[in-house]
């Protein structure tokens, strides 16, 4: 089928949206078994943020592979959710939510909520354009451990990052058990306790990004 | 029983239509709902005012054509019941019914709780059928179907088209009517041939018809009076997906 028609059909367009959810979990998950070296102490992040830049060209393939789908991913979720906006021009007045989520009718806004948080994020911690004053060690490295605690330390980053990362638990809440469904795995069997899965996994990846700045602002394990 | 019932009239498709509120008084609990609607619209026959307009049919819950969103719930509150087979004693004296017609762009209102549903006849039309030369009629079993594909297309087939998943979804997708004829006939031999040409041609109808697309909230399933799974939509995105080397090749 050429892929113009792919895309502009609503089921095609709806495929491209879990691939790159899937990519974009996959970041989530990854990034944050890398941030939590920082529970090895300074040795342990430092070590790890080095030897990701020494992964060089392949840091950047795929760099450039998570900003394209990414795009694609915003791209998409603003077309569907407009389209979808349009085919009720007359509200209800009275409605009720049978089984749909807050999260789930949501998603366009937590969404563009991470899209703002991610710009912010790599202001803050990639380009060090905004946060406090950058530590170097010898051989020129960003001391990354020394960054981000006295970040946290102060009550406006950490409520940012905390409340990003609550917004991204809605977001996966919803967007785990659509993926199953929109890539056409579900069955009687799974569809019962997919939700459920979906709101665990998502609060065990809150939880893990939440503990860092959480503990720093409180001063506790991670001083 | 009492009831106040605060009803949806719109005079016309170009009108904007307004919520009127009217009395029901001394509503049996056996009456049907539509009944109930009956004796109300008879009343409001003496005082010299239009009745309400609503669809309705067979009245046993096969036809589909009883549509009305009562307080917010498409078809009611009884679960895998449609209005017309839904009872009064459902409802308590004193009771606040709030009655709208099923709202989306692809289902016009012609007149307050009457919409116009061609749309899904179009919806079927873009592949929702067999393409089969007709002639004697075949032995019986002369093409074997295992009896669970049987059962799943006769779970499927189930459907009777009347657009509650729609009206419930908060995107007003079509998706599980769509999904239900595309795994209806996926499942049998004699529709397996035109599987992967269906679910392209049905779901490019669904957004020319200007229903919205699915975000898998489910709210379809929970109203739908016939129990239509939601696993046919994830068997539909399924067959859309095995249809993308061939699909639109074979189209005409
Ligand atoms: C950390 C980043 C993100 C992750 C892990 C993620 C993950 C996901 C996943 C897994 C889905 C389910 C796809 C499906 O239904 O098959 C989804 C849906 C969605 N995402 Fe994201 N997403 C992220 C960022 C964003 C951003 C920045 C936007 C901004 C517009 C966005 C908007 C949406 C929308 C609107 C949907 C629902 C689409 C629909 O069902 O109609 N997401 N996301
Ligand atoms: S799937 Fe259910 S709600 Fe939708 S048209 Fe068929 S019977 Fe009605
Ligand atoms: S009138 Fe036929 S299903 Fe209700």
């Known amino acids: 089928m050429p892929l113009k028609h792919v895309i502009r059909s609503a089921v095609g367009r709806k495929l491209f949206m879990a691939a790159t959810g899937i990519i974009l979990f996959g970041f989530v998950v990854a990034h944050l078994l890398g941030n939590l070296s920082i529970y090895l102490g300074p040795e342990g992040i430092n ?10 060209p392949i840091l950047w393939i795929f760099r450039l592979g998570l900003i394209g789908a990414a795009a694609l991913h915003v791209l998409f979720g603003i077309t569907l959710t407009l389209e979808s906006r349009r085919a009720r ?83 996966i809440s919803h967007g785990f058990a659509s993926l199953f469904q929109t890539m056409g795995m579900n069955n009687e069997v799974t569809l019962p306790w997919m939700g459920r899965m979906s709101r665990i996994i998502a609060v065990i990846l809150a939880a893990g990004y939440v503990s860092i700045p959480a503990l720093i602002f409180l001063g506790l394990v991670i001083k | 029983m009492d009831l106040t019932l605060h009803v949806w009239r719109q005079k016309g498709p170009k009108d904007k239509g307004r919520l009127t509120t009217y009395k029901a008084t001394d509503i049996s609990s056996d009456m049907s709902f539509l009944e109930m609607l009956d004796v109300v619209n008879e009343g409001l026959i003496k005082q010299g005012i239009e009745p309400i307009a ?55 209102v012609i007149r307050d709780l009457v919409v116009d549903r061609s749309a899904m006849d179009r919806l079927m039309q873009a592949g929702g059928f067999v393409s089969v030369k007709t002639g004697g009629v075949p032995d019986a079993n002369t093409i074997l179907i295992p009896k669970d594909d049987a059962e799943t297309a006769m779970d499927a087939a189930e459907c009777i088209g009347c657009g509650a998943c729609v009206a419930a979804c908060p995107n007003g997708s079509a998706m599980l009517f769509v999904a239900s004829k595309v795994g209806q006939l996926a499942k049998l031999p004699q529709g397996r041939a035109e599987a992967a040409r269906r679910v392209c041609t049905m779901t ?31 068997q539909l995105n399924r067959e859309y997906f095995m249809a993308l080397p061939k699909g639109h090749k074979e189209k005409n």
């Open chain 1, 47 to 56: 070590a790890y943020a080095r030897q990701l830049h020494q992964l060089g």
């Open chain 1, 89 to 171: 021009p007359v509200a209800y007045i009275r409605k009720k939510h049978l089984r749909s989520t807050l999260a789930g009718r949501t998603m366009i806004y937590s969404g563009l909520i991470l899209a703002t948080f991610i710009v912010f994020h790599l202001l803050h911690f990639t380009f060090r354009a905004i946060g406090p004053q950058i530590e170097m060690l010898d051989g020129g490295v960003v001391n990354v451990y020394r960054m981000i605690v006295d970040s946290f330390r102060q009550v406006g980053y950490a409520l940012a990052y905390v409340v990003a990362m609550v917004v991204l638990f809605f977001h």
């Open chain 2, 54 to 108: 609503f669809d309705h049919d067979c009245r046993e819950g096969i036809c589909g054509t009883c549509s009305q969103v009562i307080n917010g719930d498409p078809h009611g509150p009884q679960a895998r019941t449609t209005v017309c087979q839904l009872h009064m004693r459902q409802f308590k004296d004193g009771d606040e019914i709030y009655i709208e017609p099923w709202r989306s762009r692809a289902f016009p």
């Open chain 2, 204 to 234: 490019d109808a669904m957004l020319e018809e200007g229903f919205g697309n699915c975000s898998n909230h489910y709210d379809c399933e929970a109203a739908c009076p016939k129990g239509i799974s939601v696993k046919f939509i994830a």
